[in-house]
Structures are given as structure tokens and as C-alpha cells.
């Protein structure tokens, strides 16, 4: 292992995380809600009456966020090496993982970790290592 | 109002996740899949973007932990599950994968929907397609239980 100091961002990496994590306490503390993705899109797929309008909402602010930031910083569209098979792959994989698993990166990872939860640090550490696995898999055996 | 208030709030709090994840770099898969090749050429920015976040969580969870209704007036929704089960662990491992092939988790690629990248907008219906999937399974496998626990 090496490390890629030329892309390493610990400050803005920092900033961002501080940023997730006000918004996931304005979350909890105002809404009296977690700010998981996964369960607030896939909730979406289960309609129940008054429950609607926060997810659809908060699921706009999400999507609009690079908009919102386009007078102050020149908008990227990230260069994406996966070839559509893959995507298409990898988002059903995401999208049944983190149903059945019950959360993702933001309600295990960020949500779960800052409650403390066993079951969410259970969860975490079984997706990062599947993550690495998949990705050792990918860049070193097969490409 | 009440209603309006809480919509105007779910509202914002995206907006300002959002934003953390393009800071964050999170809606940047080739930097999501540098940190997790530990193998190679290691780039460990996401593990700041955890740790950032979770020093701020830590300290408003225990906060709301002692809350028995939000700033709003509506309830508390925190989890009640602490199982750690079979679902839970196959679960994260299939997210894990999936994760790792596109380098996309379920909010960096909706905010990344916003850039009109049109590789997001096919992972985004790929990751519905597996929520519906998942959605149609769950209630066809658990129909005969709840059926015989009447």
C-alpha cells in the first residue's frame, strides 16, 4: 500500500464530513428523524399517508445541492470508469443491499456510528470491507 | 404549518448533505474507489468524511437520545432494532459490492443526479430497480407468516 497524497483532501474531506454531520443532527433534532438514504428513498416504494412530503423533500434538497452551489463552484461531472453493465450491476446490488440490510453509508455509517449502535457498526464494517474486496477484485485481479 | 415547517426542514437538511457529500468528495467514485483500494494507491480523504461527520453526530444523537419530541413537535423516529442478523450482515455485504464496482452510494449518486451525469441517472434506476425488487420479495416471502399469525 501506498499512499495518493496528490488527491488526498483531508481539509474539504473534513469540511464535507462537519457538513453531514450538522445536517444529520439538524435532522434528528428538528425533524425527530435519521437521516439514512437508502430507507428514505426505498420508504418512497411503501406509501404510507403523511409520509410523503419530508422524503420527497429532503430526497430535492439532496438532488439540487450541486445546483445550489453553482455561482460559487465550477460545476464537475465526475468521470465515471464503470461501463453501463456495470452500473447497472452495481445499483441493483446497492439497492437490494441496503434494503435488506436496513441502511447505507449515511444511516449505518454516519447515523448508526454516532448512536453508537453495535448493529450499525456490524453493518459498516461488513459494506467497507465488501467495498475493498470488490474493488481488489476489479483493479488487481481481473483488470 | 406544522407540516410545512417539517417539509421546508427535510428540505434543507438534503441540501446541506448534499453539499458535504460534493465537499466531502463522495460524489466522486474514482476518489470512493481510491479509498477503498487499500491494496494500491491508497487515498484515505472518505475516512475524513466520516470522522468529521461522526464527531458532530456523537454529539447531537446523545442530545436527542434524552428528547421526547423534535424542535418541531412531532416524534422521535429513532431505531429500535438492535439485531444483529443474518439480513443485516448479507445485506451490507451485497451494498458493500456494489459500492465497490461503481464507486456510488445511495446519496452521492442522487446528488450527483443534480450534475446531469448520465451515468448516475443509470445507476439511480438500476438502485430503484433492486429497491422495488427487494419491496415485491419481502412482501411475497413474508405473506404466508403474517397471514398465519392471525
Request: hydrophobic fraction near 55%; include cysteine.
Amino acid at each position: 500500500m501506498t499512499i495518493d497524497w496528490t488527491h488526498f483532501t483531508p481539509g474539504l474531506s473534513l469540511l464535507g464530513g462537519v457538513l453531514i454531520g450538522a445536517a444529520s443532527a439538524l435532522f434528528v433534532l428538528a425533524n425527530g428523524r435519521i437521516a439514512g438514504i437508502s430507507g428514505i428513498l426505498g420508504g418512497l416504494l411503501r406509501p404510507r399517508t403523511g409520509d410523503l412530503m419530508w422524503r420527497v423533500a429532503f430526497l430535492a434538497g439532496l438532488i439540487v445541492a450541486p445546483l445550489a452551489l453553482l455561482p460559487f463552484v465550477p460545476p464537475v461531472i465526475a468521470t465515471i470508469d464503470a461501463g453501463t453493465e456495470v452500473l447497472i450491476v452495481a445499483g441493483l446490488l446497492v439497492g437490494v443491499g441496503t434494503r435488506y440490510g436496513a441502511g447505507c453509508t449515511s444511516g449505518h455509517g454516519v447515523c448508526g456510528l454516532s448512536r453508537l449502535s453495535p448493529r450499525s457498526l456490524v453493518a459498516t464494517l461488513a459494506f467497507m470491507g465488501a467495498g475493498m474486496a470488490a474493488v481488489f477484485v476489479m483493479r488487481h485481479l481481473l483488470a | 404549518m406544522k407540516k410545512h415547517i417539517d417539509t421546508l426542514s427535510a428540505f434543507l437538511v438534503g441540501l446541506i448533505f448534499g453539499i458535504g457529500l460534493i465537499f466531502g468528495g463522495m460524489t466522486d467514485p474514482a476518489k470512493v474507489v481510491g479509498f477503498l483500494d487499500i491494496a494500491g494507491n491508497w487515498d484515505p480523504s472518505l475516512a475524513f468524511v466520516m470522522g468529521g461527520a461522526i464527531l458532530v453526530g456523537v454529539v447531537a444523537f446523545r442530545f436527542a437520545r434524552q428528547r421526547t419530541s423534535s424542535f418541531i413537535g412531532g416524534a422521535m423516529h429513532l431505531p429500535t432494532s438492535s439485531d444483529i442478523d443474518r439480513r443485516l450482515v448479507i445485506g451490507s455485504l451485497l451494498f458493500g459490492v456494489g459500492w465497490g464496482m461503481a464507486g456510488f452510494c445511495p446519496g452521492p449518486a442522487l446528488t450527483s443526479l443534480g450534475t446531469g451525469n448520465p451515468k448516475a441517472v443509470i445507476f439511480v434506476l438500476a438502485m430503484v430497480a433492486g429497491m422495488a425488487l427487494f419491496e415485491f420479495a419481502d412482501r411475497f416471502w413474508h405473506q404466508p407468516r403474517r397471514a398465519g399469525a392471525m
